[in-house]
Nanobody, 126 residues
Framework: QVELVESGGGSVQSGGSLRLSCATS????????VGWFRQVPGKEREGVAA???????TYAESVKGRFSISQDNAKTTLDLQMNALKPEDTATYYC????????????????????WGQGTLVTVSS
């Protein structure tokens, strides 16, 4: 059984950095794609960054070059390093894991994905 628990959200000024972490219990038991989505109230949840079961990474164009996703060797932790933060990055960030999405995790409809964390709020002020 997969359980995802995020931490690391908070408030920062524009240009600052935050590192989000997700404890990914059960992910190592199968070939899971893992990643991060974010959501602003009133808007659809959107993919931010992902790692496929073979270790390949994908990023949303809006965060490419600023965010970096990583996973420990034991597949117990998923991190998102966020640099050069902008006000438009303000959102609730969710850790996600899925057994079938593979390299298509970021473009998969959120409602089809297997497991989600509780979300952690990131606020970037100008």
């Amino acid at each position: 059984q997969v359980e995802l628990v995020e931490s690391g959200g908070g408030s920062v000024q524009s240009g600052g950095s935050l590192r989000l972490s997700c404890a990914t219990s059960g992910v190592a038991d199968d070939r899971y794609a893992v990643g991060w989505f974010r959501q602003v109230p009133g808007k659809e949840r959107e993919g931010v960054a992902a790692i496929d079961p073979d270790g390949g990474t994908t990023y949303a164009e809006s965060v490419k070059g600023r965010f970096s996703i990583s996973q420990d060797n034991a597949k117990t932790t998923l991190d998102l390093q966020m640099n050069a933060l902008k006000p438009e990055d303000t959102a609730t960030y969710y850790c996600v894991a899925d057994k079938s999405a593979g390299r298509y995790l970021l473009i998969s409809p959120p409602g089809t994905l297997d497991a989600w964390g509780q979300g952690t709020l990131v606020t970037v002020s100008s």
